[in-house]
């Protein structure tokens, strides 16, 4: 009995004393370190902060392997669900910034974790350096096919005539869908019922069984009802059409002024990673991005390979945030 | 859409290629799913690398393989270490890890592959016939969702052991528990203390695993490292005949349950292994022996769960719609293997698509001829000695929750979950209805406020249409059958019996 | 602790645990709020959870009371009753309702002063683990938390069970880490973490 104490006792004191010797000596890598990074044989963690098997996992266990070749270094797909996300970017966000752990850092979907106050994230924009993004998502919206909505004007003509009568929904509460809703709302000047679900599949179980009148969401999550035509595409909110559904009409070309609210599949280190490991990092996923096999298996998924650099996105980061920032303050202060 | 493809599919697949391929799943899937925290779900994430470079139909019948390999696996720790791998498996802990006990737990082990292998074959046969029909279905939303769940409280009748208040208890922690996390309503964070690990509530795989695995062990171990010589004598291996008659009909019950339950979009796996054990137990003429070892209660929930693995395919492959997240896995290996889950399969690609349908019957032929040989290996796991099983169950119990999320919090929700089993066990509290508590809570609420959100407010929801109404009856029914009859019964006894035991009490 | 016997001593206790707890869930999730302009509010549920809770709680103390009553009135007999599912005696209605089954369960262990101590080094050991995982790694934690169970809780002798320990701990790192692919956490300590722990 009177062992485990001690033991533990004395190997918490170790425990505190190492944290403080690492604690005075740290400061990011030199940047001379980053010259042989990755060290052959060293072992990479991709974070994914969802579960085995949602859809970022997926995309991961298809270019991780891939990107692994190029930098000679194992990579670990590591789920760590949570939180609605946080649990796993927190973990990004605290993770040592030697290149060996990033994560993805989806744009929109982060800046509704941290915007948030209530989701406790402990990061910000500021807590990454992204290292691109290999794929985006357009947003659509459909409606059952034997809707009355034939055009997206008749829908949001509806809408107007009935506020808080149409329903519409979502994947989940505070998501992507709930936020590009809201957008959609205070720039048109409409006023939706919004019902939340639990997942994609729900969402689009509601429309095909009628339960809700539209949804929004990226194309991929329609895909194959749209393919099978139980779900009808009304518009596109990009500024061009989409390759998976080229003849659905963009909500611009419809006559409403709506910036695009593609998603982005981004990927991010700990910002305070040395430059050249980023470099690094960020070819070998430009390269990945770039294989055949990983855009077929891509666009399978009816997800569209599009490659951009790690300033690109940090700049669309930075344009995104300032769009959203003023729904999600809203939305807070309803509740 | 018939038997002929069927058939075809079959041909299909009895070619070596496919069948190695099977195997490989089926025994890959098996080895990964007996670690506790690996579910059917993880597994197949896990193993989605290995078939990279095989052709779709291949990679799916793997995958398919793979899957049912892993849900096989998780019976296999429910019956010898009472450690549902995951939640669909906690019936089997109940009377199987009891067989185990009483050292049949080769006949528990050969039971249950034997009823998988019957829902499967149900299933697939049900999956034929009933799917030009799937889109019914759909029918179910939020309002009859929310009416189910409410039927599925009279479940907990079934598993309340001798004291009502104590099982009420139970299934109200449940309900407490799963109310942890953020509102799906209006948003707000409940009982989340400020943390994020508690934002998407309590993993309900690392609290069943603690409820029953953990509070197991800390169970046995109070006995001392002596103390525990009967978990590990092991009588035969093989079930009597005795046995197989017993499991016959619990088998066909528990298919047609698990085919229509997981027909329904959202459908909760757990719940519905726990019906099937339910039904068993109110039809059968030993529900006496019901949580001491009887083989009708493998026989049921494992032939429910395999039926419902086969039978939520049906909303992916004829609609596209995945309705767990198990079938969401298969939906990403179709989509990355370019195929698209839905009607156009049939369309499209109907070779492949019956091939596969065609796979799960010869998965589960082949899942069910491993495992008679098989079951006498796992079986020897018994005969380590308890003071290094012990150890190694904690072992990997540790492992396995951490493996979930990767998160050392789930391993605290799984020692406190232990305990709190460990400690209901001392006063009999029953733990079943805290787990169904737990399953069906959310069920419950979340439909409820979809239904409202959907109406906006008008209650008149939940008694629109035929399903709803015929729903409610059944719930009326229920609470006359199950709480009105007992009571007259019981107050028409007492007058009887008193007046004999107050005199019994002057003498 | 003469007149009441552990188990009847943890049963008033869970029991009045339970009143507690159902009645502070019960408040607390009132606070969340109760209604809401599309009917029900995020505190319905709680609420009710918390309310059934302190109910059944409340019967069970009832159960318990009419218990000690009726051993009180036969004090030869007490100790026999005390065994015995206390709620047979209670005669309440309400007790009965639902009550189809009544096949005892099989009779549960109480553990003796030992017994708790095992229980209670395989708990702290779990938890300490847990806890000490992000900075000392898997390898060490593990290592420690079955070592302390083989050595405190099995009786193995001390260089049996730390070798068995790092066996095991060294055995689940290859097999999760090398054949599954996943990743196990590392010593966030440099010192430790350097070599390769």
């Not at chain 2, 039927?151 to 099982?167: E, M, Q, V």
């Not at chain 3, 051993?71 to 209605?93: C, K, M, N, T």
């Amino acid at each position: 009995m009177k062992k485990i104490p001690a033991l533990t006792a004395t190997a918490a004191l170790a425990a505190s004393v190492a944290l403080a010797l690492t604690g005075c000596g740290g400061q990011p890598a030199s940047s001379t370190a980053a010259a042989d990074f990755p060290k052959a044989g060293s072992t990479i963690e991709w974070i994914v902060p969802s579960a085995a098997g949602a859809g970022n996992d997926i995309l991961a266990r298809i270019i991780a392997p891939v990107m692994q070749e190029d930098l000679g270094a194992n990579i670990k797909v590591v789920n760590k669900e949570g939180g609605s996300q946080v649990v796993g970017l927190n973990y990004v966000a605290q993770a040592k910034p030697d290149g060996l752990t990033f994560g993805n850092t989806n744009i929109p979907s982060i800046l509704g974790r941290y915007l948030d106050p209530s989701k406790k994230a402990a990061f910000d924009r500021g807590s990454f350096t992204p290292i691109g993004s290999f794929a985006t998502n357009s947003v659509v919206i459909g409606v059952n096919k034997d809707s009355k909505y034939k055009t997206i004007k008749e829908l949001f003509d509806a809408v107007k005539a009935e506020p808080g009568k149409i329903t519409v929904g979502t994947d989940s509460r505070a998501g992507d869908d709930h936020i590009n809703l809201r957008l959609l709302e205070d720039q048109l000047g409409l006023d939706f019922n919004i019902v939340h679900y639990n997942s994609g599949a729900d969402k689009v179980a509601a429309i095909v069984s009628g339960e809700t009148d539209f949804a929004l969401g990226g194309v991929s999550s329609f895909y194959g009802q749209y393919k099978s035509g139980d779900i009808k595409l009304l518009t596109v909110v990009e500024d061009a059409a989409s390759p998976f559904a080229p003849e659905v009409p963009t909500l611009k070309g419809s006559g409403y002024d709506v910036k695009p609210m593609a998603s982005n599949f981004a990927l991010s280190v700990p910002s305070k990673t040395p430059k050249d490991v980023v470099a690094k990092l960020e070819s070998a996923l430009k390269k990945a991005t770039e294989t055949p096999a990983v855009q077929e298996k891509l666009k399978g998924a009816a997800t569209q390979p599009a490659w951009k650099s790690s300033s690109d996105v940090a700049k669309l980061w930075e344009e995104r945030e300032s769009t959203i920032k003023p729904v999600i303050d809203e939305l807070l202060k309803q509740q | 859409m018939g038997f002929d493809q069927l058939l075809g599919g079959l041909a299909t697949v009895f070619t070596p290629e496919h069948l190695l391929f099977a195997l490989i799943g089926c025994v890959l899937g098996m080895l990964v799913g007996v670690l506790p925290g690996f579910g059917p779900a993880a597994a197949v994430s896990l193993l989605i690398p290995v078939t990279f470079g095989l052709d779709a139909t291949s990679a799916i019948i793997m995958l398919a393989a793979i899957l049912y390999g892993a849900a096989y696996g998780g019976t296999t720790t429910a019956v010898l270490l009472r450690i549902p791998g995951e939640a669909s498996s906690i019936a089997t802990t109940l009377d199987g890890y009891q067989m185990a006990k009483q050292g049949r737990g080769g006949p528990a082990l050969v039971i249950a592959a034997l009823a998988s292998f019957v829902g499967g074959l149900i299933g697939v046969v049900g999956f034929v016939v009933v799917a030009p029909f799937s889109r019914l279905a759909l029918e179910f939303g939020a309002p009859e969702l929310f009416l189910v769940s409410l039927l599925g409280f009279a479940l907990i009748t079934s598993f309340a052991g001798s004291n009502p208040a104590k099982a009420l208890l139970s299934a109200a922690a449940g309900l407490a528990i799963a109310t942890v996390g953020v509102d799906s309503g209006v948003g707000i964070a409940r009982f989340t203390f400020d943390m994020p690990e508690l934002f998407d509530g309590l993993g309900l795989v690392a609290i069943v695993m603690g409820v029953f695995g953990l509070s197991e062990v800390l169970g046995q171990a109070q006995k001392g490292p002596l103390g525990v010589p009967s978990p590990l004598k092991v009588a035969r291996l093989l079930p009597t005949r005795t046995d197989l008659r017993r499991s016959a009909l619990p088998s066909l019950r528990g298919s047609v349950i698990g085919f229509f339950m997981g027909l329904l979009p959202g459908s909760p796996g757990a719940a519905t292994s726990l019906a099937s054990y339910a039904a068993e137990k109110k039809l059968s003429k030993r529900s006496k022996e019901f949580g001491r070892g009887a083989v009708e209660g493998i026989a049921g929930p494992e032939s429910a769960n395999n039926a419902l693995a086969v039978s939520s395919m049906i909303p992916l492959f004829t609609l596209g719609i995945p309705t767990s997240a198990t079938v969401a896995i298969m939906a990403g290996a179709f989509t990355m293997n370019g195929l698209i889950p839905g009607p156009l399969l049939f369309r499209d690609n109907p070779d492949v698509a019956w091939a596969i349908i065609a796979s799960l019957i010869v998965g589960n032929l082949i899942l069910l001829v491993l495992n008679v040989p098989l079951a006498r290996v796992w079986i020897a796991v018994l005969k380590v000695p308890f003071h290094y099983l012990m150890a190694a169950i904690l072992a990997f119990m540790f492992l396995g929750t951490y493996s979930i999320n990767g998160s050392a919090f789930d391993i605290l929700i799984m020692l406190g979950a232990g305990l709190l089993g460990y400690v209901f066990q001392l006063v009999k509290v029953p733990l079943t209805p805290l787990v169904l508590g737990l399953i069906l809570g959310p069920l419950l609420e979340e439909n409820f406020q979809r239904s409202l959100a959907l109406s906006r407010g008008d209650y008149n929801v939940f008694l629109q249409g035929p399903i709803s109404l015929t729903l409610i009856g059944v719930i009326v029914l229920a609470i006359l059958f199950g709480a009105v009859r007992p009571l007259i019964a019981s107050m028409l006894k007492k007058k009887t019996i008193t007046p004999v035991a107050s005199k019994e009490l002057a003498k | 602790m003469q007149t009441l016997n552990a188990p009847v001593a943890l049963e008033w206790t869970v029991a009045s645990a339970a009143v507690a707890g159902g009645l502070a869930i019960a408040v607390v999730g009132a606070g969340y709020g109760l209604t809401n302009t599309s009917g029900v509010g995020a505190g319905f549920f709680p609420t009710v959870a918390g309310t059934l809770m302190a109910l059944a709680g409340v019967l069970w103390l009832l159960q318990l009371a009419a218990a000690r009553k009726t051993a009180a009135a036969a004090p030869a007999i007490g100790d026999i009753l005390e065994s015995v599912p206390p709620h047979r005696d209670s005669g309440s209605a309400l007790v009965s309702l639902l009550d189809d089954d009544n096949s005892e369960e099989p009779e549960a262990d109480f553990p003796d002063r030992q017994g708790i101590a095992r229980v209670g080094i395989i708990a702290a050991a779990i938890l300490l683990a847990a806890l000490l995982l992000p900075y000392l790694g898997y390898t060490i934690v593990m290592t420690l938390m079955l070592g302390s169970i083989l050595f405190l809780v099995s009786k193995r002798k001390l260089w049996l069970a730390v070798l068995v320990a790092v066996g095991a701990a060294l055995a689940s790192r290859l097999v999760f880490e090398v054949w599954l692919g996943t990743a196990l956490p590392t010593a966030s300590i440099d010192f430790l973490a350097g070599l390769g722990l």
